[in-house]
Nanobody, 126 residues
């Protein structure tokens, strides 16, 4: 079993930065990839960024490329999402997810992840 706890959400203005953190505990040695997803009210959950723990490859949705960075702190078993140049379209609940399956690149499909956190709210005002 793997437990994931997100933190770092909040209310910011357009153009600001925010850093989300996902703390993993339990059988973390089984994790092969970690992803960040988000869900805005009335919309489907969408992939934001992913990181393969073996090799460190990353993958981003087009709308956040160049603005968001996913990274991992091996010692702390945390996976962070640095978000810069935020805009109101980034407003959503952000979820951390972990996959125990091997993929050639970080998966963007939610079904590839078998552990999920409770989410943290990010609100960007214009």
């Amino acid at each position: 079993q793997v437990e994931l706890v997100e933190s770092g959400g909040g209310l910011v203005q357009a153009g600001d930065s925010l850093r989300l953190s996902c703390a993993a505990s339990g059988r973390t040695f089984t994790i092969r990839a970690t992803g960040w997803f988000r869900q805005a009210p009335g919309k489907e959950r969408e992939f934001v960024a992913g990181l393969n723990w073996n090799g460190g490859s990353t993958y981003y949705r087009d709308s956040v490329k160049g603005r968001f960075t996913i990274s991992r702190d091996n010692a702390k078993n945390t996976v962070d999402l640095q978000m810069n140049s935020l805009n109101p379209e980034d407003t959503a609940s952000y979820y951390c997810a972990a996959s125990t399956s091997l993929y050639p690149s970080p998966p963007a499909r939610s079904y590839a992840y078998n552990y999920w956190g409770q989410g943290t709210q990010v609100t960007v005002s214009s």
